[in-house]
């Protein structure tokens, strides 16, 4: 509960300096600025809280929050509330992508992956050049289906390597995908492709190896 406590205040705090001013008449509007910032701020809390690892950090980090009746009701806030109150502000706003993509991803965070998927088909149709929001659709689409991928999942996946061809995030879920379907050979040229990636984190790379190595194995007859 600490860490969605985290990251519903960061995020509500982000969404009353954004969302709120844009709903306004006669305010200009530079969304490529904000949906980057408003998007950062929740999976910059996940992350902080990742590496802290301990109920005693994030206690630390309600520590340097805001005081008083304001502090309160943000820490109060879960990100289920939060995800409920854009959508409601978003009834309002059908063309804000940027709003559609943050609760298209606060649903997957907080594991409401079949409600994402109305979001997501908002924001894909307003943002159909961003490779990161097809493929966290593609994902989200698998998970709402009990982990299983579907030609939907497929045609999101090539879209976005049609746009960026080494985006790391479907090259994985295509080498998941031709690995379940017992395409070897396809599944270990994905795994190859990500490791050509500029400045691939270590960690990426060892499970890819790791993966092409298992893959050769099987088909080897699993000596």
């Given at each position: 509960?600490?860490?969605?406590?985290?990251?519903?205040?960061?995020?509500?705090?982000?969404?009353?300096?954004?969302?709120?001013?844009?709903?306004?008449?006669?305010?200009?509007?530079?969304?490529?600025?904000?949906?980057?910032?408003?998007?950062?701020?929740?999976?910059?809390?996940?992350?902080?809280?990742?590496?802290?690892?301990?109920?005693?950090?994030?206690?630390?980090?309600?520590?340097?929050?805001?005081?008083?009746?304001l502090?309160?009701?943000?820490?109060?806030?879960?990100?289920?509330?939060?995800?409920?109150?854009?959508?409601?502000?978003?009834?309002?706003?059908?063309?804000?992508?940027?709003?559609?993509?943050?609760l298209?991803?606060?649903?997957?965070?907080?594991?409401?992956?079949?409600?994402?998927?109305?979001a997501?088909?908002?924001?894909?149709?307003?943002?159909?050049?961003?490779?990161?929001?097809?493929?966290?659709?593609?994902?989200?689409?698998?998970?709402?289906?009990?982990?299983?991928?579907?030609?939907?999942?497929?045609?999101?996946?090539?879209?976005?390597?049609?746009?960026?061809?080494?985006?790391?995030?479907?090259?994985?879920?295509?080498?998941?995908?031709?690995?379940?379907?017992?395409?070897?050979?396809?599944?270990?040229?994905?795994?190859?492709?990500?490791?050509?990636?500029?400045?691939?984190?270590?960690?990426?790379?060892?499970?890819s190896?790791?993966?092409?190595?298992?893959?050769?194995?099987?088909?080897?007859?699993?000596?």
């Open positions: 509960m600490m860490l969605w406590s985290l990251i519903g205040g960061m995020t509500l705090l982000a969404l009353a300096f954004v969302i709120v001013p844009l709903a306004q008449p006669g305010v200009e509007r530079r969304p490529v600025l904000i949906g980057g910032l408003v998007m950062m701020i929740p999976l910059v809390a996940v992350l902080v809280y990742q590496q802290l690892g301990t109920p005693a950090a994030a206690t630390q980090a309600r520590a340097v929050m805001p005081l008083g009746a502090g309160k009701f943000m820490m109060d806030m879960d990100l289920g509330q939060l995800a409920d109150r854009l959508a409601e502000k978003l009834r309002n706003q059908p063309d804000n992508a940027e709003g559609w993509a943050l298209a991803r606060t649903y997957v965070e907080i594991k409401r992956h079949k409600e994402s998927l109305a997501f088909e908002k924001a894909t149709l307003l943002l159909p050049g961003d490779p990161d929001l097809l493929a966290d659709y593609a994902d989200a689409l698998a998970m709402s289906n009990g982990g299983k991928f579907d030609r939907k999942c497929t045609g999101l996946v090539e879209q976005a390597l049609k746009l960026e061809p080494l985006h790391n995030k479907s090259l994985m879920l295509k080498a998941t995908m031709a690995f379940n379907d017992k395409d070897y050979p396809a599944a270990i040229a994905a795994w190859e492709k990500i490791l050509t990636i500029p400045g691939l984190d270590a960690d990426t790379a060892s499970q190896a790791g993966s092409i190595a298992e893959t050769k194995r099987l088909m080897a007859g699993g000596k």
